[in-house]
């Protein structure tokens, strides 16, 4: 059973930083094109960040651009999320997803793996 885990979740205070990392075990990862989404308490689940199969390319929401850095290891079969300059509002449930694209993918539904998430929480 394919499955993504993700790790590195917790709580920071304004301006911290945190790394999340999602670990798969999925054969053909590098196939795969992931994304880092977040959903807070009472909002919809949005896209944060996202990254191609061979992790040429990458895609910021305009709200993490120059905060947040998506990068990936497929020789590990991870991908990662370096977030900086943290804000009290990227407080939210983050999950990776994995989509069976070799690009970036924006639409929810065409992820079809979904890590169980972790909780960033960022304090003023």
């Known amino acids: 059973q394919v499955q993504l885990v993700e790790s590195g979740g917790g709580l920071v205070q304004a301006g911290g930083s945190l790394r999340l990392s999602c670990a798969a075990s999925?054969?053909?990862?590098?196939?795969?094109?992931v994304g880092w989404f977040r959903q807070a308490p009472g909002k919809e689940r949005e896209l944060v960040a996202a990254?191609?199969?061979?992790?040429?390319?990458?895609y910021y929401a305009d709200s993490v651009k120059g905060r947040f850095t998506i990068s990936r290891d497929n020789a590990k079969n991870t991908v990662h999320l370096q977030m900086n300059s943290l804000k009290p509002e990227d407080t939210a449930v983050y999950y990776c997803?994995?989509?069976?694209?070799?690009?970036?993918?924006?639409?929810?539904?065409?992820?079809?793996?979904w890590g169980q998430g972790t909780q960033v929480t960022v304090s003023s």
């Open positions: 997803a994995g989509s069976p694209s070799l690009g970036i993918v924006i639409v929810d539904a065409r992820y079809n793996i």
């Open positions: 999925l054969r053909t990862f590098s196939s795969y094109g």
């Open positions: 990254v191609s199969g061979p992790g040429r390319t990458t």
